[in-house]
C-alpha cells in the first residue's frame, strides 16, 4: 500500500459546485496533516494545514479520520481560480522535520 | 518578506555536464528539503538538512547526486555526471521544523539532452 494516496482525477466540476476529495494514509502514527496547491509549472503552496477537530478557511474545509486514515478536502462554491492539483502531505512520527510524505495530487478543473 | 530562493529557474545542458543547483532558503528557518518532481513520479525527498547537517540522503538516487549546506543561508544540490533521466523540476523547500509546513522555491526546470 503507498503511503499517500489520492485519487489523480481529473475532476471536472462547473463553476459554483462543491466538491470534495479525499487523501488515504497508511502510517497510522502520523501526526501532521496538509493540504498543498500546486498551479501548472509553479511550486506547491501551503493551502491549510490539518487539525483533528476538522478547520475551515473561508470555502475550504479540511478534515481529518484517523480511525479510517484519511483526509479529506471540501471546496465550496468553487471558482475557475481553484483549477490546480492539490497535494495531500502527511507528516511521519518522527521528530524535527522527517516523514513528510507528499501525495501525487488530486487534478481538479473548474469549467466556466 | 523573501521567500525561498532558487537558482537557476531554467537549465539545458547535454548528458555528462556537471549541474549545480542552488538555493537560499527563508531566513531563520533551520530545516532545508531537496525534492524532485516528474510526472510519473511525483514529489520525491532527496535529501534533507536539520541545522546545515544532512539527516536523511536515502531519497538521493545514487551516487552522481551529492547536496551541501555549508551554512544556513545556502544549499547546492549537484549532479555529476548528468543524464536525461535526472530531467526534472528541482524544488528546494525550508521549514522551521516540526510541525510546521514547507515552504517552496520556484523551482529548477532541468533538462538533460
Known amino acids: 500500500r503507498k503511503e499517500v494516496e489520492q485519487d489523480p482525477g481529473p475532476f471536472n466540476v462547473p463553476e459554483g459546485a462543491t466538491v470534495a476529495f479525499n487523501c488515504t494514509y497508511s502510517?497510522?502514527?502520523?501526526?501532521?496533516f496538509f493540504w498543498y496547491r500546486q498551479d501548472c509549472r509553479k511550486e506547491p503552496k501551503l493551502l491549510m494545514s490539518?487539525?483533528?477537530s476538522g478547520n475551515e478557511d473561508g470555502r475550504f474545509t479540511a478534515q481529518l479520520n484517523r480511525a479510517s486514515q484519511y483526509i479529506s478536502l471540501l471546496i465550496r462554491d468553487s471558482k475557475l481560480s481553484d483549477s490546480a492539483t492539490y497535494l495531500c502531505?502527511?507528516?511521519?512520527?518522527?521528530?524535527?522535520?522527517?516523514?513528510?510524505?507528499f501525495g501525487k495530487g488530486t487534478h481538479l478543473i473548474i469549467q466556466p | 518578506d523573501a521567500g525561498v530562493i532558487q537558482s537557476p529557474r531554467h537549465e539545458v545542458t547535454e548528458m555528462g555536464q556537471e549541474v549545480t543547483l542552488r538555493c537560499k532558503p527563508i531566513?531563520?528557518?533551520?530545516?532545508l528539503f531537496w525534492y524532485r518532481q516528474t510526472m510519473m513520479r511525483g514529489l520525491e525527498l532527496l535529501i534533507y538538512?536539520?541545522?546545515?547537517?544532512?539527516?536523511?540522503d536515502s531519497g538521493m538516487p545514487e551516487d552522481r547526486f551529492s547536496a551541501k549546506m555549508p551554512n544556513a543561508s545556502f544549499s547546492t544540490l549537484k549532479i555529476q555526471p548528468s543524464e536525461p533521466r535526472d530531467s526534472a523540476v528541482y524544488f528546494c523547500?525550508?521549514?522551521?521544523?516540526?510541525?510546521?509546513?514547507?515552504?517552496f522555491g520556484d523551482g529548477t526546470r532541468l533538462s538533460i539532452l
Open positions: 531566513s531563520g528557518h533551520n530545516s
Open positions: 502531505v502527511v507528516k511521519g512520527s518522527g521528530g524535527g522535520a522527517d516523514g513528510l510524505t
Open positions: 490539518v487539525y483533528s
Open positions: 502510517n497510522s502514527a502520523s501526526q501532521s
Open positions: 523547500a525550508s521549514s522551521s521544523g516540526g510541525i510546521q509546513p514547507q515552504h
Open positions: 538538512f536539520n541545522n546545515n547537517v544532512p539527516i536523511d
